[in-house]
């Protein structure tokens, strides 16, 4: 069986709450096994095969009523993702913008990464790798930017995040 990162976009904000006790029985429920949860922002690690893990979105939806994007990404995805950090400065300042698909290459390369002050970033595959010295929460570059830039859905993790994540799926 295979081990996946179910990061889910926009629970436990604006009303939509989802407890990590729930999505770990959701998951369970629907056939993920080995379930772990990390913080409260909707991140799941499990086992499981690929129509399974592909399954827990619809499941977590019809549990509590509003629609929950699941990303999905493998365990070796998300080491690569940590090995190929691409930007500078210290690592405090680092976030990753998961996106559902590959985004169209025409609207990437309509990006500046140099317009945005201090932050900066680069788009790799299904990924975008943010630094924000001042600050993700100050930053121009949110999910709804990058939704809205490259369109398809996003939800950003902080690299100490992004790092436990891919060290539990490992373990």
């Known amino acids: ?4 990162i179910g990061l889910l976009r926009a629970v436990n904000v604006g009303g939509r709450k989802l407890s990590m006790a729930a999505l ?3 998951a369970s429920s629907c056939g993920c096994v080995d379930v772990r949860t990390f913080l409260q922002s909707g991140n799941v ?3 499981g095969s690929r129509a399974v893990a592909s399954g827990l979105s619809a499941a977590l939806t019809a549990e509590v009523g509003f629609d929950v994007p699941v990303l999905l990404r493998s365990a070796s995805d998300l080491a690569a993702i940590v090995s190929g950090q691409p930007l500078a400065g210290p690592a405090s300042a680092w976030h990753v913008t998961f996106l559902a698909s590959k985004p169209a290459a025409r609207a990437v390369s309509a990006l500046d990464p140099s317009a945005y002050g201090g932050d900066s970033f680069a788009v ?11 600050g993700y929460g100050r930053s121009k570059l949110s999910n709804a930017f990058f939704e809205r830039k490259l369109n398809v859905v996003a939800t950003t993790r902080n690299w100490r995040t992004v790092s436990a994540l891919a060290e539990m799926a490992s373990a």
Not at 1 to 4: L, T, Y
């Open 1 to 4: 069986m295979a081990v996946w």
């Open 124 to 134: 790799v595959g299904r990924e975008v790798y943010l630094r924000t010295p001042g």
């Open 45 to 47: 690690v499990f086992s």
């Open 24 to 26: 770990s029985e959701v």
